[in-house]
C-alpha cells in the first residue's frame, strides 16, 4: 500500500503541536509555515505562523490513519466525496517552494461562477477551457468550444482554475 499525502483538521491553534507529536510517532508531515513579519511596541519580529488554519498534511498509508486519528490535538481526516482528501504530491511541492521563496502569504478561495472562463486541471479534458454554465453542489457544467462542437461536461469544481 503506497503512502498518501491527506489533509487533518485540528484543533484550534495546534498545527505546530500535532506536527511534532506526529513526527515523534514516526509520521511523515508536513504543516505549511508562512513566515510573517509582526510589529510590537518595540520591535519588528519574523514569526511562523501555520498558512492553512487548523490543517496539517500527513504522508500516510491506510493501516497509519488510525495513528494520525488517535494523535492529540487531531480533529479528523478532511473528507471529499465520502473519502479522505488526496492531495497530490506536487501540490506539496509547490506549497514548499511558494512558501520558500516569499513572506507574508496569503490565501485567496476561489469560487467560481456562471458564465466565468475556467481551465480544466484534471482528468480526460485536462488543459481544455471553458466557460461554466451552471454550478451545484461540488459539480460545475462547462461548456467547452472546440472542434466546431460544443461538448458540455459535468465536472467536479476541484478540476477547474479561473482563468
Same mark, same amino acid.
Given at each position: ?34 513566515? @510573517?513579519?509582526? /510589529? ?17 498534511? @500527513? ?12 494523535? !492529540? ?7 471529499? !466525496?465520502?473519502?479522505? +482528501?488526496?492531495?497530490?504530491? /506536487? ?30 486541471? +484534471? ?29 458540455? +461536461? !459535468? ?9
Amino acid at each position: 500500500m503506497t503512502a498518501k499525502w491527506l489533509a487533518i483538521y485540528t484543533k484550534p491553534r495546534w498545527e505546530k503541536k500535532v506536527a511534532s507529536l506526529l513526527t515523534q510517532k514516526g509520521i511523515e508531515n508536513y504543516c505549511p509555515l508562512n513566515k @510573517v513579519r509582526r /510589529k510590537w511596541s518595540d520591535r519588528m519580529k519574523l514569526v511562523e505562523e501555520p498558512l492553512f488554519k487548523s490543517y496539517v498534511f @500527513v504522508r500516510v498509508t491506510d493501516e497509519d490513519r488510525t495513528a494520525v486519528r488517535m494523535t !492529540d490535538g487531531v480533529i479528523n481526516f478532511v473528507y471529499w !466525496d465520502g473519502k479522505p +482528501a488526496i492531495i497530490k504530491d /506536487k501540490e506539496i511541492v509547490v506549497i514548499r517552494q511558494f512558501l520558500n521563496e516569499h513572506e507574508n502569504v496569503s490565501l485567496v478561495k476561489v469560487d467560481l461562477q456562471p458564465g466565468q472562463q475556467v481551465r480544466i486541471t +484534471a482528468g480526460p479534458l485536462m488543459d481544455l477551457e471553458g466557460r461554466v454554465l451552471e454550478l451545484k453542489n461540488k459539480v460545475a457544467k462547462v461548456l467547452i468550444e472546440s472542434m466546431g462542437y460544443m461538448l458540455v +461536461a !459535468d465536472i467536479e469544481k476541484n478540476k477547474l482554475a479561473s482563468k
